[in-house]
């Protein structure tokens, strides 16, 4: 079955740089798109980044574009979310998603799986 399960979560201070990994199972993961989203307490899913199947184009949320850089490793099954310049507005918990697509769009309905979170803290 779909697995995915993220890491990397944790404290940084504004300013700061965290980097989250999320390791896929239970398919071709070479064959879809991947999303990270976020959910802060009390507000809505939101999407972050996306990343095409292959890799060659990567799409982000105004909120992050110029701050976080997500990538993909299709050898080790692996996808990441790179995140520099955290302002506490980032605190949330992100997941990662598999689409049902091989593109990786904005839209959370095109996401089938979602793995169970982790948490970034962004605070002095």
């Known amino acids: 079955q779909v697995q995915l399960v993220e890491s990397g979560g944790g404290l940084a201070q504004p300013g700061g740089s965290l980097k989250l990994s999320c390791a896929a199972s239970g398919f071709t993961f070479s064959n879809y798109g991947m999303s990270w989203a976020r959910q802060a307490p009390g507000k809505e899913l939101e999407w972050v980044a996306g990343i095409r199947s292959d890799g060659s184009d990567t799409y982000y949320a105004d909120s992050v574009k110029g701050r976080f850089t997500i990538s993909r490793d299709n050898a080790k099954n692996m996808v990441y979310l790179q995140m520099n310049s955290l302002k506490p507005e980032d605190t949330a918990r992100y997941s990662c998603?598999?689409?049902?697509?091989?593109?990786?769009?904005?839209?959370?309905?095109?996401?089938?799986?979602w793995g169970q979170g982790t948490q970034v803290t962004v605070s002095t």
């Open positions: 998603a598999k689409s049902i697509f091989l593109r990786a769009t904005l839209e959370l309905y095109e996401y089938s799986h």
